[in-house]
């Protein structure tokens, strides 16, 4: 059974930074998960923000924080972050991590198409 823990989050005031981690366990060694980046803000659905294909290597992210986040790992299997710049206080959410040993991603994968989930960490950025 794969566990997803994220850890980092936080209070931080505009313009500030955050890294997320996402620790990984469980993992075979025939799994070459995709891990994501959900948020899911009071009253809004939960959205997909960045990706990861640790297949190939390659790495999507929304409109929205394009520019801002950086989504790496050293391996995927254990450890996958998270590094928001800039943030806003419409950055303000419940970040999850999320990963699948099956999906292939050409973009973003919607949160339906990935089989484990963590449990979430609160991002707050004030004003």
């Known amino acids: 059974e794969v566990h997803l823990v994220e850890s980092g989050g936080g209070s931080v005031q505009a313009g500030g930074s955050l890294r997320l981690s996402c620790a990984a366990s469980?993992?075979?060694?025939?799994?070459?998960?995709?891990i994501g980046w959900f948020r899911q803000a009071p009253g809004k659905e939960r959205e997909a923000i960045s990706c990861?294909?640790?297949?190939?290597?390659?790495?999507f992210y929304a409109d929205s924080v394009k520019g801002r986040f950086t989504i790496s790992t050293d391996n995927a299997k254990t450890m996958v972050y998270l590094q928001m710049n800039s943030l806003k206080p419409e950055d303000t959410a419940v970040y999850y991590c999320?990963?699948?040993?099956?999906?292939?991603?050409?973009?973003?994968?919607?949160?339906?198409?990935?089989?484990?989930w963590g449990q979430g960490t609160q991002v707050t950025v004030s004003s």
């Open positions: 990861l294909s640790s297949s190939d290597g390659k790495t």
């Open positions: 999320a990963g699948d040993p099956t999906l292939r991603v050409w973009g973003l994968a919607p949160a339906g198409e990935y089989k484990y």
């Open positions: 469980g993992w075979t060694s025939f799994d070459e998960p995709v």
